[in-house]
T-cell receptor, first 110, second 113 residues
C-alpha cells in the first residue's frame, strides 16, 4: 500500500547549521506531498506542500522539491534556529486522506 | 476564531471504562478526522467524516466509534478502554476541496491503566 519513509531521528544541530531530512514515498500515481511540523505540546501544522513533479514547496526558510525520478521530497533549510526545534512529518495524499511518515525530531542547540 | 479545539486535554481511565473525546471546529470545514499518535509510529487515522451524519473507518478503527451529528463537532468514543489505547489523540479538519491541508487541534493525552 501507499507509504512514506523518512529518516529516523533524533537530529541534533547547532544554530545556523544546514538541515536535511530525507523523505521517500511509494510511487502509486502522482500524489501530493507535504511536510507538517509539530512544535512541543501542540498539534501539527502544515509547513509546505508540492502537488506535482518538480514543484518546490517553501515556507519559513524551509524548502522541499518533488522528485518523481527518485520518489523523494527531502526537507532542507540553510540555517536553522533554536525556534525550529520540533518534530517534522513527511506525508503524502492517498485517496482523500493523508499518510504520514513516523516523524523526525529536530533539536537545535544555541 | 478558535480553530480546532479538543476536550479534554488529559484523561486517565481504568481498563474497561468508557469515555468520549470532543472535537470542535469553527472554520466551517466539511471534513473532520481523528488520529492517534504513538512513539515511533507517526500519526495513524482512526476514523474520518466527510460531512454531517457521515463517518468512515481509517487505518486503525477497532475499539473506537465516532459520530458527527453537527458539522462543527466530531466525537470519538471508547466503549471499553484498553491499555493499548494509551496514546495522544489529535482531531483535524479541512475543506472538502483541499482535504490534505488539515488543521489540527492541540491533542488529548489519554492513559489507560
Amino acid at each position: 500500500g501507499d507509504s512514506v519513509t523518512q529518516m529516523e531521528g533524533p537530529v541534533t544541530l547547532s544554530e545556523e547549521a544546514f538541515l536535511t531530512i530525507n523523505c521517500t514515498y511509494t510511487a502509486t500515481g502522482y500524489p501530493s506531498l507535504f511536510w507538517y511540523v509539530q512544535y512541543p505540546g501542540e498539534g501539527l501544522q502544515l509547513l509546505l506542500k508540492a502537488t506535482k513533479a518538480d514543484d518546490k514547496g517553501s515556507n519559513k526558510g524551509f524548502e522541499a522539491t518533488y522528485r518523481k525520478e527518485t520518489t523523494s521530497f527531502h526537507l532542507e533549510k540553510g540555517s536553522v534556529q533554536v525556534s525550529d526545534s520540533a518534530v517534522y512529518f513527511c506525508a503524502r495524499g492517498s485517496q482523500g486522506n493523508l499518510i504520514f511518515g513516523k516523524g523526525t525530531k529536530l533539536s537545535v542547540k544555541p | 476564531n478558535a480553530g480546532v479545539t479538543q476536550t479534554p486535554k488529559f484523561r486517565v481511565l481504568k481498563t474497561g471504562q468508557s469515555m468520549t473525546l470532543l472535537c470542535a471546529q469553527d472554520m466551517n470545514h466539511e471534513y473532520m478526522y481523528w488520529y492517534r499518535q504513538d512513539p515511533g509510529m507517526g500519526l495513524r487515522l482512526i476514523h474520518y467524516s466527510v460531512g454531517e451524519g457521515t463517518t468512515a473507518k481509517g487505518e486503525v478503527p477497532d475499539g473506537y466509534n465516532v459520530s458527527r451529528l453537527k458539522k462543527q463537532n466530531f466525537l470519538l468514543g471508547l466503549e471499553s478502554a484498553a491499555p493499548s489505547q494509551t496514546s495522544v489523540y489529535f482531531c483535524a479538519s479541512s475543506y472538502a476541496g483541499v482535504p490534505y491541508e488539515q488543521y489540527f487541534g492541540p491533542g488529548t493525552r489519554l492513559t489507560v491503566t
